[in-house]
């Protein structure tokens, strides 16, 4: 059974870096220097765990007006709603929050992803960590 949790970047450090870097790093190839950044600490993380084992992780920077990132999902778990759950979660620490939208940069790849989930496109293509990406945000009121 698929479970998501608010994750304690201290305590659940291995956890989320194994996800992250398998994803981001090995998959993407991110440069593994940037993959942890100064936000981290701040932010709200999430992981989800399925019959015992995690298999994704999120974060959502409360300080920076609601901002979803590092959304990943391991390889073998896709397409089964793993990442859906995690966005829903997101989403309800928002609001719990008093913010009225949410926002993301989303690889374009991925847009749809974002779509399904209320996103719309705000910005322009541009590249972050050599991968093109698109500003996406969700307002509540919709
Ligand atoms: C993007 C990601 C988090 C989605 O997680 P997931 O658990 O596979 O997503 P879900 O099963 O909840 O998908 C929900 C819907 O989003 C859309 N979707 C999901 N992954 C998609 C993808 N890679 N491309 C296009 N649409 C996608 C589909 O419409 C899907 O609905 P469907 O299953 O009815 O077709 C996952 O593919 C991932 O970890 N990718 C690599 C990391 C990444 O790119 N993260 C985003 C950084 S901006």
């Not at 932010?43 to 992780?57: F, I, M, Q, R, S």
């Not at 959304?71 to 990442?83: E, F, K, P, W």
Request: glycine share 6%; charged share 25%.
């Amino acid at each position: 059974m698929l479970s998501v949790r608010i994750a304690d970047f201290a305590a659940d450090h291995a956890e989320i870096c194994a996800i992250r870097f398998a994803v981001f790093v090995d998959e993407q190839q991110v440069p593994e220097s940037i993959e942890i950044d100064d936000r981290d600490p701040h932010c709200v993380h999430l992981l989800a765990v399925e019959d015992g084992e995690p298999v994704g992780t999120g974060r959502i920077d409360l300080a920076l007006s609601g901002k979803v990132g590092r959304v990943a999902v391991v390889a073998s778990r896709r397409g089964q709603g793993v990442g859906t759950a995690l966005m829903k979660y997101a989403h309800c620490i928002a609001k719990d929050n008093a913010l009225d939208k949410v926002w993301c940069n989303a690889q374009v790849s991925v847009r749809p992803f974002y779509e399904h989930l209320g996103y719309r496109v705000t910005s322009e293509p541009f590249y972050e960590a050599n991968i093109e990406h698109v500003r996406m945000e969700r307002a509540f009121s919709d």
